[in-house]
């Protein structure tokens, strides 16, 4: 089936530059999407990003799309203690309706 | 509009107890869809609907039974808790034309 893998863990320093990656498997996926989640709360999308597309950028948020490779990332800039969050890249295959195939998460800790 | 509504916020169930979590959506959306979340293996489909009447099984359905008799409504139905079913629930919700998926906030069950 389908797999979508996040590394675990990810630490920056305040005002650096954070790039959280992940990779899928599905070559029919039709939107790939980052979502956040911070402590205790439910998910919140933060940006998607259309299989035809290689980048989106969205104020300090910019995706980038290797469809050749079947991996997307997601560059915070001047990340703040704010951003602190676990992340979570989920797919969208062509066939599955609306449902989405979450990669495991990863934890960004932003330190001051 | 309230978005995507759950009950309850948390739940301590003993092994072998029935409960049911509520969901509602206030967005006329057709797919609504529950996922539970593990630490480390990010949300994985239970079951979802595309309408109502309509539902079927996602990625770990076993233990778990749901019914859409409504737009509004996708209540998820333990018969028989089990510890492994310790867990965070989600109901998400999307409308057929729409790219992104309506999250609650979560129901975090225990089942002892």
């Known amino acids: 089936g389908e797999d979508v893998e996040q590394s675990l863990f990810l630490s920056v320093r305040e005002g650096d530059s954070s790039v959280i990656n992940c990779t899928y498997t599905d070559s029919s996926s039709t939107y790939l999407y980052w979502y956040k989640q911070e402590p205790g709360a439910g998910l919140q999308l933060l940006t998607y990003?259309?299989?035809?597309?290689d980048m989106k950028q969205d104020q300090r948020l910019t995706v980038l799309l290797n469809k050749k490779d079947k991996h997307l990332s997601l560059r915070i800039a001047d990340t703040q203690t704010g951003d602190s969050a676990i992340y979570f890249c989920a797919e969208k295959a062509a066939n599955a309706g609306n449902m989405l195939t979450f990669g495991g998460g990863t934890r960004l800790m932003v330190k001051p | 509009n309230a978005g995507v509504t759950q009950t309850p916020k948390f739940q301590v169930l003993k092994t072998g107890q029935s409960m049911t979590l509520q969901c509602a959506q206030d967005m006329n959306h057709e797919y609504m869809s529950w996922y539970r979340q593990d630490p480390g293996m990010g949300l994985r489909l239970i079951h979802y609907?595309?309408?109502?009447?309509?539902?079927d099984q996602g990625e770990v359905p076993n233990g778990y039974n749901v019914s859409r008799s409504t737009t509004e409504d996708f209540p998820l139905r333990l018969l028989s808790a089990a510890p492994s079913q310790t867990s965070v629930y989600f109901c998400a919700s999307s409308g057929s034309m729409t790219y992104e998926q309506y999250f609650g906030p979560g129901t975090r069950l225990t089942v002892t």
């Open positions: 990003i259309f299989s035809n597309m």
């Open positions: 609907s595309v309408g109502a009447g309509i539902t």
